[in-house]
């Protein structure tokens, strides 16, 4: 119903920068809540950053001064800035988008997630 393309990630030196993208694309549907995960070799999948329809963002502890996470609605995509990356961002990174579709009369509640990319910082 909604699927999401990320762009891709990189590898990239310790202080370095990187932007990923994630656009969702379907039919009849809106988004509310936008974020971004990413889950490293041997850990589980961790909350990096959210922000919601109205721009309101939220940010894990390690990322927080770091990670700027923004929304184009026209676009309907997402963006995570990131900056001053350290080794210990080296991690697959997932978009997750939530909100609503329309199948025929039927409005419904949806969430999808993107394939995700890699971002390897090296040290």
């Known amino acids: 119903q909604v699927q999401l393309v990320e762009s891709a990630g990189g590898l990239v030196q310790a202080g370095g920068s990187l932007r990923l993208s994630c656009a969702a694309s379907?039919?009849?549907?809106?988004?509310?809540?936008m974020g971004w995960y990413r889950q490293a070799p041997g850990k589980e999948r961790e909350l990096v950053a959210t922000?919601?329809?109205?721009?309101?963002?939220d940010y894990a502890d390690s990322v927080k001064g770091r990670f700027t996470i923004s929304r184009d609605n026209a676009k309907n995509t997402v963006y995570l800035q990131m900056n001053s990356l350290k080794s210990e961002d080296t991690a697959v990174y997932y978009c997750?988008?939530?909100?609503?579709?329309?199948?025929?009369?039927?409005?419904?509640?949806?969430?999808?997630w993107g394939q995700g990319t890699q971002v390897t910082v090296s040290s």
């Open positions: 997750h988008v939530d909100g609503r579709v329309t199948h025929g009369i039927v409005l419904r509640r949806y969430d999808s």
């Open positions: 922000i919601t329809q109205g721009g309101s963002t």
């Open positions: 379907g039919t009849r549907f809106s988004i509310n809540d």
